[in-house]
């Protein structure tokens, strides 16, 4: 299965900023998955990133809060814009593929805190 | 609106006990459904899956059981261990999705020594 590194793997930041995530893949896939994963709660998806094309949003997600760029087929970086303590989660970037029939693949995440 | 119900939100085990958590689905279309388990400060791992041709299946002390006219699929952790201690998420997918998956709240298990 595809190993992926992500980057911070956490980070205390201040209200009004904003701070980029990076997700780097060890082979080419053709999409990479964003999540979301507030404390104590399960996975959500923030986004589809295709290699060459806009990313795809899911319903309560924006390009101008979330903004996401995918230069490569073994990388992306999701941003997480003018950020308020409501933004505190974890985010994890997953590739699908390479585990079992339909497995997907998630980084160890980047644990967010703002202050 | 949740499609992949799963309970409890939290478990306690005894060592060497059976470990049960449950789910529940409301999409027929999904037809993929794995666990994943999660330790802290680690991204969520796949553990098993089944599709729903069968009704169960074994993977050492880990197994699923299904039941589609129901819309239900459990994880059954047989002889429980401390190191089994983690959270676990239900998952279902269909192929119209990409088979990405759809998850479930997640079971926070905790096993006693």
């Known amino acids: 299965s595809a190993v992926i590194s992500q980057k911070p793997s956490r980070d205390i930041c201040q209200r009004g900023t904003s701070l980029t995530i990076q997700c780097q893949v060890d082979?080419?896939?053709?999409?990479m998955f964003w999540y979301r994963q507030q404390p104590g709660q399960s996975l959500t998806l923030i986004a589809t990133?295709?290699?060459?094309?806009?990313?795809?949003?899911e319903s309560g997600f924006v390009i101008d809060k979330f903004p996401i760029s995918r230069p490569n087929l073994t990388f992306s970086t999701l941003t997480v814009s003018n950020m308020s303590p409501e933004d505190s989660s974890i985010y994890l970037c997953?590739?699908?593929?390479?585990?079992?029939?339909?497995?997907?693949?998630f980084g160890s995440g980047t644990r967010l805190t703002v202050v | 609106q949740q499609q992949v119900k799963q309970s409890p939100q939290s478990l306690i085990v005894q060592k060497g006990g059976i470990s049960i958590i449950n789910c529940a689905y409301e999409?027929?279309?999904?037809?993929?459904f794995p666990w994943y388990q999660q330790f802290p400060g680690k991204g969520p791992a796949l553990l098993i899956a089944?599709?729903?041709?069968?009704s169960e299946k074994k993977e050492g002390r880990f197994t699923i059981s299904f039941n589609k006219s129901a819309k239900q699929f459990s994880l059954h952790i047989m002889d429980s261990q401390p190191g089994d201690s983690a959270t676990y998420f239900c998952?279902?997918?269909?192929?119209?999705?990409?088979?990405?998956?759809?998850f479930g709240r997640g079971t926070s298990l905790i096993v006693h020594p």
């Open positions: 997953s590739v699908g593929g390479g585990t079992g029939d339909y497995g997907y693949t």
């Open positions: 082979s080419q896939v053709t999409m």
């Open positions: 990133a295709n290699q060459g094309s806009e990313a795809t949003y």
């Open positions: 999409n027929t279309a999904f037809d993929y």
């Open positions: 089944i599709r729903p041709d069968v």
């Open positions: 998952a279902a997918s269909s192929p119209g999705g990409s088979y990405i998956p759809t």
